[in-house]
């Protein structure tokens, strides 16, 4: 069964602890992301990377760090530096060529910071 | 820089009555367009793009360059219709590929 697969679904942290949510995918694709989607606001792209030990800033990533260890792995790891972490995070992927910029998603890691 | 543009974050209309979800892009190179859409406890999910030219669900979009446009469009609304849609832009950004996304509509078919 061919997928993104994130874990966990569901997470709770408490101020000042750092915490790292898992993507991982069996679809060959060489591009990830990660997006964080908040009402009103659509999806926001924090991290994407193309190759293996190489990645790119989106928009957001202020407060966040990833690594690209494996193909099939983009772990994102939410800091103590974000200062809004609460949100909804997605992972995608896509093959990394012009005009095969479509994504395929993950269901999502729901992050509530207490 | 690039951006996508949803100036609705609602749309309501009755079942039967056409549909139109608006996007504008702002991109000085080749764009490459696309709709998502995100059913209820569904993953989001790709609906269309520009380059097929393709029809799906009974919903199509025509990239206009002149205007910067990519608007969804759909005769007759179904109920099944009901979900979050997504407008994106797909770019070569110094060699990687990025998607940024605008803030999403949400549409709602009244039976």
């Known amino acids: 069964d061919g997928g993104i697969t994130q874990s966990p679904k569901y997470l709770f942290r408490k101020e000042g602890q750092n915490v790292t949510l898992s993507c991982e995918q069996n679809?060959?694709?060489?591009?990830m992301y990660w997006y964080r989607q908040d009402p009103g606001q659509g999806l926001r792209l924090i991290y994407y990377?193309?190759?293996?030990?190489?990645?790119q800033k989106g928009d957001i990533a202020e407060g966040y760090s990833v690594s690209r260890e494996k193909k099939e792995s983009f772990p994102l790891t939410v800091t103590s530096a974000q200062k809004n972490p609460t949100a909804f995070y997605l992972c995608?992927?896509?093959?990394?060529?012009?005009?095969?910029?479509?994504?395929?998603f993950g269901a999502g890691s729901r992050l509530t910071v207490l | 820089a690039q951006r996508v543009t949803q100036p609705e974050k609602l749309l309501s209309v009755f079942k039967g009555a056409p549909v139109e979800l608006k996007c504008n892009y702002s991109?000085?190179?080749?764009?490459?367009l696309f709709w998502y859409v995100q059913y209820s406890r569904q993953r989001l999910q790709l609906l269309l793009r520009?380059?097929s030219r393709e029809s799906i669900k009974g919903f199509t979009a025509d990239l206009n360059k002149g205007e910067t446009s990519f608007h969804l469009k759909k005769p007759f609304a179904q109920e099944e219709d009901s979900a979050m849609y997504y407008c994106?832009?797909?770019?070569?950004?110094?060699?990687?590929?990025?998607?940024?996304f605008g803030i999403g509509t949400k549409l709602q078919v009244i039976p």
């Open positions: 995608a992927s896509s093959m990394a060529q012009p005009g095969a910029n479509v994504l395929t």
């Open positions: 679809l060959n694709h060489d591009a």
């Open positions: 990377s193309q190759i293996v030990n190489d990645f």
């Open positions: 991109y000085s190179g080749s764009p490459e």
């Open positions: 520009h380059i």
């Open positions: 994106a832009l797909g770019l070569n950004s110094g060699g990687y590929q990025k998607v940024t």
